[in-house]
């Protein structure tokens, strides 16, 4: 187990860290707008997913080959400006009166909005979070320095996976539910406008994660 002191310093940090807005939280906002909590759960449980395998292969050194092989680590990068930039377009071109309109013919029949897109918006926010080199960084560079290597490696990883996780989903919730209530109480001009800030948003991370090096971290 982590030792307490430890515990809390790592919770401090990973809070700061994962309510800043990012690609999945930002990720977590577009999908309440666009298919209520349904649809955000299942891009929750993609981007935790995500975070999950990216520190089971920091913790069994896939990770330190990421790091040592610029090779690599700029494939990565690239994909991950790519795709970045991808879902910014789809964003900047989403249309609020449709969406507002899913919604509310979802809560008519039952409640069940963005079913279908459940899968889709699953696989998103796992390619979102596996092609960020940040998360890579903060997974393999500032996560083992809470792990005491005197002691059981493996559980002190998962206990700091689990506290990471938990304090995650709650960011991305808080952001999802946010924009379910967006789509109930903004015009469809408001929703444009915070649709167009995400998509804004997602190309000032594709444009910094262009420039980014690993020297900056």
């Known amino acids: 187990m982590v030792e307490p002191a430890t515990l809390l310093m790592f919770v401090a940090t990973s809070l700061l860290l994962v309510v800043t807005p990012g690609p999945t939280m930002l990720l977590a906002l577009a999908n ?3 298919g ?10 993609g981007a935790t997913f995500g975070s999950l395998l990216l520190i ?28 970045l930039v991808w879902l910014g377009i789809g ?23 963005g079913a ?11 390619t979102v979070q596996l092609s960020n080199p940040k998360a890579l960084l903060f997974f393999s560079a500032f996560m083992p320095q809470f792990v005491d290597t005197a002691r059981p490696v493996a559980a ?7 506290v990471f996780t938990a304090l995650d989903l709650c960011a991305m919730l808080a952001y999802a539910s946010a924009g379910r209530q ?10 444009r406008v915070i649709n167009r800030g995400c998509a804004a948003f997602m190309f000032f991370l594709a444009a910094a994660l262009a420039l980014f090096r690993r020297g900056n971290v």
């Open 32 to 34: 309440g707008i666009a």
């Open 36 to 45: 209520g909590l349904r649809q955000a759960v299942w891009g929750m449980a």
């Open 56 to 83: 089971a292969a920091v913790a069994v050194g896939l990770g330190a080959l990421l790091m040592a092989s610029e090779a690599l680590f700029e494939l990565l990068r690239l994909l991950g400006v790519g795709y």
């Open 91 to 113: 964003l900047w071109r989403a249309k609020p009166v449709a969406l507002a309109a899913q919604v509310a013919g979802a809560d008519r029949a039952g409640g069940r909005p």
């Open 116 to 126: 279908a897109a459940g899968w889709p918006a699953f696989r998103r926010s796992v």
């Open 156 to 162: 002190q990883y998962a206990e700091l996976a689990l």
């Open 182 to 191: 967006a789509v109930r109480l903004l015009s469809a001009r408001g929703l």
